[in-house]
């Protein structure tokens, strides 16, 4: 009978289960998923700029504009710091969040130099103008902190950390290019959000193992699974909640194939997503790791998704998550109960074929 009411509820659409889980709460006495999440303060500059957020969320095929993004990746990066904070931003490329040209006292790394970065993104739909010169060239197998001399306020990474080899050698790398009292500001992309909707979420098990033994590039099974399972919604590879429309493969069986071949020849770094994130289980994550010693960081403040990803800050000082372990992993936990029951584009060949 409990798995006949569990496929049930999995068939009903989001909003009808979100309801259920009201009415199921209101009647056991708990509280709704909304107060548990704001037992700790979440960012209340977000609100100011979200004016940002779209008003008719659901019929927009992508996620907040460009602008409207990079002013909202800017305000919870900087909170309650000045304006003219040391910033490292690692790898901004063709996207820079607290962009020299516009004032900010900022130095950036990037593993090519900025003719290198326009070379690279020269196909892609980007103005060279917003490339900017890179500050710090890293070379392949080199520590950012024994490169870069200068220590920052700020170190950012937006939508970097999901590329790193090792999160936790990446954390602690970020760590050491602090100053006394600095912070680590990530954007993160939100799995349940981007092409990566049907990768399972990354384990702490393989983050303590990849630590201990960091591979020198992404591994085949990994170039499999993010190939394999990679989706658009709608046309497109990130959207925002809400977003109507069928899911489609990315990628062919013959696609992915050619690329698991290139990954297992080791010939050289291949970019893709390497760990998978949703913002209350990054959390987790995050707390887990400092709590068995692999980083010395805590939480500072996070704030929920807008449009496709959200915002976590970290410093050695930080409070940390400010409720019991049991309720981060039931918001956790949450997080893939809202996720929507997927419809598939009419003849589209199943990446399988």
């Known amino acids: 009978m409990s798995r006949y009411a569990d496929r049930l509820k999995d068939s009903l659409p989001p909003e009808t289960r979100r309801r259920l889980g009201r009415i199921k709460r209101a009647v056991l006495d708990q509280p709704e998923l909304a107060d548990r999440i704001l037992e700790k303060p979440v960012f209340k500059v977000v609100e100011k700029v979200v004016a940002a957020r779209p008003t008719a969320i659901?019929?927009?095929?992508?996620?907040?504009?460009r602008e409207e993004r990079t002013a909202l990746r800017q305000t919870v990066a900087l909170m309650d710091r000045p304006r003219d904070s040391s910033i490292l931003?690692?790898?901004?490329?063709?996207?820079?969040?607290?962009?020299?040209?516009?004032?900010?006292?900022?130095?950036?790394?990037?593993?090519?130099?900025?003719?290198g970065l326009v070379e690279k993104y020269k196909n892609h739909p980007y103005d060279p103008n917003d490339i900017e010169e890179v500050d710090y060239v890293l070379e392949a197998g080199s520590e950012m902190a024994d490169l870069i001399p200068e220590r920052f306020d700020i170190v950012l990474a937006s939508h970097v950390i999901e590329h790193s080899l090792s999160l936790v050698h990446f954390l602690n790398e970020c760590a050491r290019l602090l100053a006394a009292d600095g912070r680590i500001a990530l954007v993160v992309p939100d799995c349940r959000f981007t092409f990566d909707r049907f990768r399972g979420r990354?384990?702490?098990?393989?983050?303590?193992?990849?630590?201990?033994?960091?591979?020198?590039f992404h591994t085949p099974g990994t170039m499999a699974e993010f190939t394999l399972n990679a989706v658009k919604h709608r046309g497109t590879t990130s959207w925002a909640p809400g977003h109507r429309g069928d899911?489609?493969?990315?990628?062919?069986?013959?696609?992915?194939?050619?690329?698991?071949?290139?990954?297992?020849?080791?010939?050289?770094?291949?970019?893709?997503?390497n760990?998978?994130?949703?913002?209350?289980h990054l959390r987790l994550l995050v707390h887990d790791l400092a709590t068995l010693g692999y980083?010395?960081?805590?939480?500072?403040?996070?704030?929920?998704?807008?449009?496709?990803?959200?915002?976590?800050?970290?410093?050695?000082?930080?409070?940390?998550?400010?409720?019991?372990?049991?309720?981060l992993v039931t918001l956790a936990d949450e997080e893939l109960r809202t996720l929507d029951?997927?419809?598939?584009e009419t003849g589209a060949p199943p990446a399988g074929n």
């Open 247 to 273: 899911y489609t493969w990315v990628n062919g069986i013959d696609q992915v194939k050619a690329n698991l071949k290139r990954a297992e020849q080791q010939a050289g770094y291949i970019d893709m997503h």
């Open 58 to 65: 659901s019929e927009r095929p992508g996620t907040l504009p």
């Open 202 to 216: 990354t384990t702490l098990a393989r983050v303590i193992d990849t630590a201990a033994n960091a591979p020198t």
């Open 275 to 280: 760990w998978v994130f949703t913002p209350h």
């Open 295 to 327: 980083i010395d960081l805590w939480e500072e403040s996070w704030a929920p998704t807008q449009g496709h990803e959200f915002f976590l800050n970290l410093s050695p000082t930080g409070k940390g998550i400010q409720m019991s372990r049991e309720e």
């Open 89 to 115: 931003e690692i790898g901004p490329a063709h996207n820079p969040t607290c962009a020299k040209k516009d004032g900010f006292n900022t130095r950036n790394t990037d593993y090519l130099d900025r003719q």
């Open 341 to 344: 029951v997927p419809t598939w």
